[in-house]
């Protein structure tokens, strides 16, 4: 569990708000705008309304206690700006900052941003991956060059074990699980026999994924 604040509670800092609260964290939501703050009382262990790029209300938070500062505005590049970096000045251990374009990104990163995120262009190159390909069920970039997939079962594999495949060797990717019903088996033997009614959890460099999905 961390205590987080998150400032910005548009529809990007709102659903970040009910995961958090999801996942146990202590959560305080920061907006200018009262309606939004409303919404999320429900899920989040307390909110205040307030303007972040107010020196003395940034200060009056107490930042250097929260594990993990979010700065989640989108609407406003000024506002955002300026709140990255009172928490910074205020001692936040940890900022993320979500951005919308590469030029906000390098302006949060010179503002003190430790992360910055790219919530719109994220989500885009994951879809585009997924229904992309009829083989692909969900994709996740580790880096440029490496992801984790959920793929199906290639044809080619059904009635074979992991080792008959020589899935490492010949198609040089990793199988960190298998899926099926919504049940997970990590980390599967090499004995595991394919069956095509399971999803494949796989690790690999795109150029391997491709080739194995095509």
């Excluded at 990007?12 to 703050?37: P, S, T, W, Y």
């Excluded at 899920?43 to 989640?72: K, M, W, Y």
Aim: net charge negative.
């Amino acid at each position: 569990m961390k205590s987080i604040l998150l400032i910005g509670l548009g529809r990007f800092g709102k659903h970040m708000a009910q995961k958090l609260n999801e996942l146990n964290n202590e959560v305080l939501a920061v907006d200018i705008n009262e309606e939004r703050v409303n919404e999320v009382l429900p899920f989040v262990t307390s909110a205040q309304i307030g303007d972040s790029t107010n020196e003395q209300f940034i200060a009056s938070l107490g930042v250097r206690n929260f594990d993990l500062c979010v700065v989640a505005i989108g609407d406003n590049f000024q506002s955002s700006l300026e709140t990255t970096s009172l928490l910074k000045e205020c001692g936040a251990k940890f900022v993320l900052a979500r951005a919308s374009r590469d030029v906000h990104a390098k302006f949060l990163l010179r503002n003190g941003a430790d992360k910055v995120v790219y919530a719109e262009k994220e989500m885009a190159i994951r879809m585009a991956v997924r229904y992309s390909s009829n083989s692909i069920f969900d994709y996740i970039e580790l880096t440029p060059e490496y992801s984790i997939y959920e793929i199906s079962v290639p044809t080619s594999w059904i009635g074979k074990t992991i080792i008959q495949t020589a899935v490492r060797t010949k198609y040089h990717i990793s199988i960190l699980a298998t899926k099926q019903d919504g049940e997970i088996l990590p980390l599967p033997k090499p004995d595991y026999e394919f069956k095509g009614t399971e999803t494949l959890i796989i690790l690999g460099h795109h150029a391997d994924v491709k080739k194995l999905v095509d």
